[in-house]
């Protein structure tokens, strides 16, 4: 059973915007970090963007300005909101959780969903 699920991912045009979702238990949403990783076909993951328990938010320089993450600790999910959107930001998104404060690394996270497909055509 996935301990985090993600949904939102589709198929957009550039310039478009989508909103990824990732759900998950109460017990791992109190973890320090929560993130959300892509990885491009043929590429290897990485982080996109992260926050930490206490709200503080960290992203890629590729997405700064264009992506926000939040945390919703009613629902126990992270959202991963993705405006203007380009073709290279075509991947399988990932939703990931760490016990680690600051976690940046893919080493670092110790749980992950499932993954949701992005596709921006041109």
């Known amino acids: 059973q996935a301990q985090l699920v993600e949904s939102g991912g589709g198929l957009v045009q550039a310039g478009g915007s989508l909103r990824l979702s990732c759900a998950t238990s109460e017990r791992i949403f109190s973890l320090n970090s929560m993130g959300w990783y892509r990885q491009p076909p043929g590429k290897e993951r990485e982080l996109v963007a992260a926050?930490?328990?206490?709200?503080?938010?960290n992203y890629a320089d590729s997405v700064k300005g264009r992506f926000i993450i939040s945390r919703d600790n009613a629902k126990n999910t992270v959202t991963l909101q993705m405006n203007s959107l380009k073709p290279e930001d075509t991947a399988v998104y990932y939703c990931a959780a760490s016990g680690r404060l600051g976690a940046c690394a893919v080493y670092e996270y110790d749980y992950w969903g499932q993954g949701t497909q992005v596709t921006v055509s041109s």
């Open positions: 926050v930490t328990s206490g709200n503080y938010a």
